[in-house]
């Protein structure tokens, strides 16, 4: 009988079961969206070669345990006739999570579910010193933690202010979580502390006159870890408008933790080995 090759398996996403010859399939989910006709498809399967039912990890996937070694050919073959692929294990990109985002979500400010898709093609699956994750959120509710990730990508809104259409109504400045805005009822005046925002929207969402105008950006968060290690994401650079320049940043940050990390280390683990001013002065470099 030939030996089987864990590692293999596991890149390919069949991770080995306590139990022998048993393994759990990790499924691709980009940006936690499945088509309803593949969702049946992962019903057959655990019905098939599992044992009826299916494990939903934290990072929007779907497992299906107890997998035979003898069945993995056959599950890969009908995974690629429904369109679907296992997921990525091991050192290298995870699958791409994200939330809904601003095409479904009032709150969006990005529409994370494209850029999800983008992130995939771009980098899904290349190999690094140790497992990275990319995760996006659409807004400063932060519902898929992008400071968890080894980088995250939250939506975000940049305010701008027309004092022409202004009622000064003062419902910004209600609204507003960091107190960057005042306003002043009685003599019609309005100071807006632009160093103190952050970018939330509240103020644009919330203005009944349109008064408030936003420009949509991405804040990126570096270093994130929610494991063996618990560490929040650095913001260290400001908000992007262009979606090429968060590719740039992006490409800069895994070439800097391919070339500067040990194998099996963390990217959070690297930055705070070698220093984030290295890693900074390389950001700048595309910025």
């Not at 399967?45 to 050919?73: C, N, V």
């Not at 479904?104 to 850029?115: F, Y």
């Not at 080894?150 to 000064?168: E, H, I, M, S, Y």
Request: glycine content about 10%; overall charge positive; charged content about 25%.
């Amino acid at each position: 009988m030939a030996q089987v090759d864990y590692k293999e398996l596991k890149k390919g996403g069949f991770m080995k079961q306590i139990q022998k010859d048993r393994f759990s399939l990790r499924l691709k989910v980009v940006g936690g969206q499945i088509k309803a006709e593949q969702l049946k498809k992962v019903y057959e399967l655990a019905g098939r070669y599992g044992q009826g039912y299916i494990h939903m990890t934290s990072r929007q996937s779907i497992e299906i345990p107890y997998i035979k070694l003898e069945d993995i050919d056959t599950v890969k073959r009908e995974l690629a006739e429904a369109g679907l692929q296992p997921g990525a294990c091991g050192p290298r990109v995870r699958t791409i999570t994200a939330c809904q985002g601003a095409a479904i979500c009032p709150s969006g400010m990005i529409d994370t579910s494209a850029l999800a898709k983008e992130f995939d093609e771009r980098y899904y699956a290349r190999e690094l010193p140790h497992k990275f994750k990319l995760g996006i959120t659409g807004c400063r509710n932060n519902c898929l933690k992008a400071e968890e990730n080894d980088l995250g990508v939250k939506g975000g809104l940049q305010p701008a202010w027309q004092q022409d259409t202004c009622t000064f109504c003062g419902l910004c400045e209600a609204v507003c979580p960091t107190e960057a805005i005042a306003v002043d009822k009685t003599a019609r005046h309005l100071q807006f502390k632009q160093e103190q925002c952050t970018y939330c929207g509240k103020c644009v969402k919330s203005c009944p006159v349109d008064a408030w105008t936003g420009r949509s950006g991405f804040i990126v968060s570096f270093g994130g870890l929610f494991g063996n290690r618990i560490a929040i994401g650095k913001q260290t650079i400001p908000i992007l408008f262009e979606e090429e320049k968060l590719h740039a940043v992006i490409e800069t940050a895994l070439a800097f933790f391919k070339e500067q990390a040990k194998q099996g280390e963390r990217f959070r683990n690297t930055l705070d080995r070698v220093g984030w001013d290295l890693f900074q002065a390389k950001l700048e470099e595309v910025l």
